[in-house]
């Protein structure tokens, strides 16, 4: 196998990234741990989150992994800068919140952006807030619940939808015609969100924008695997492998074998 592109996340949620990751990039090996022996990441503290971001990312890159995407935003929020200043060889990719897109997009003048309590309250994100909330209002609004509804592997059901509800129709209220998920394990849930926003309202997803950031990192650094066989999947886990093992693979839309990291 040539030298994989390392994925993490805080669980299974970056597994929304690793496929548009395989869509855009069919050859390239992939590695990808999900930390959900520790999730959630959203309200543990700075300190552990970065710990957990750069061990991680030291193991992706032992396993030689020629570039790492941080599949994760509350990760990215808090410790992007630690993981490239300690790994500056390495190409990182990281997901953010897709606000840049989404304020060019409403029509209302009011988007919604669902993301984790962490991810809200880092500087990136409050930079990107203030950048481009000055033509559009931005709301903001934590998931509560979400992650872990997702790390159950329960997307549908009565306690999902209450739970969507509850933070989905604040921001349709107040007149969101956009909403920014920004978190990797809302896509999950996409189709709960879009039944309480009703059809009019556009969901945006920016994992496709960082598989194409992926590959131009890979060419301008000459390290796009060669086309030709499909690049082979590896997936580790930090939790129960009996348990993530059927999730993960329902997520990923095929059977997989997890092994524990
Ligand atoms: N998927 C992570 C994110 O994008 C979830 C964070 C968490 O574990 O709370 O933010």
């Not at 750069?54 to 992007?80: E, P, Y």
């Not at 009019?200 to 086309?227: H, N, S």
């Amino acid at each position: 196998m040539g030298q994989p592109v390392g994925v993490f996340d805080s669980g299974v949620g970056g597994l929304s990234v690793l496929r548009a990751i395989r869509e855009e990039l069919p050859s390239e090996a992939l590695v990808y741990v999900g930390d959900s022996g520790n999730a959630p990441y959203g309200d543990k503290s700075h300190d552990f989150v970065q710990g957990r971001a750069s061990t991680i990312t030291g193991f992706l890159i032992d396993q030689r992994a020629k570039a790492v995407v941080v599949a994760c935003n509350t990760a990215t929020g808090i410790a992007v800068e630690l993981l490239r200043s300690e790994f500056p060889n390495v190409p990182i990719v990281a997901i953010e919140p897709a606000v840049k897109p989404a304020a060019s997009r409403t029509k209302s003048g009011v988007v919604g952006v669902l993301a984790t309590a962490g991810t809200l309250a880092s500087p990136n994100v409050t930079k990107l807030l203030n950048t481009y909330g000055v033509d559009v209002e931005i709301l903001t609004q934590v998931g509560v619940g979400l992650v872990e509804q997702v790390e159950k592997g329960e997307l549908t059901g009565k306690r999902t939808r209450s739970l969507v509800e509850a933070c989905v129709r604040p921001l349709i209220e107040r007149g969101a015609d956009v909403l920014v998920l920004g978190c990797t394990h809302y896509p999950f849930l996409t189709a709960e969100i879009q039944a309480v926003a009703g059809p009019e309202v556009e969901i945006i997803d920016p994992a496709t924008a960082v598989a194409r950031e992926l590959r131009r990192r890979l060419a301008a650094a000459g390290l796009l695997a060669p086309g030709g066989a499909r690049g082979a999947e590896h997936f580790l886990t930090t939790g129960d492998r009996e348990t993530a093992s059927p999730i993960m693979s329902r997520l990923w839309g095929s059977p997989i074998s997890v092994e524990r990291m």
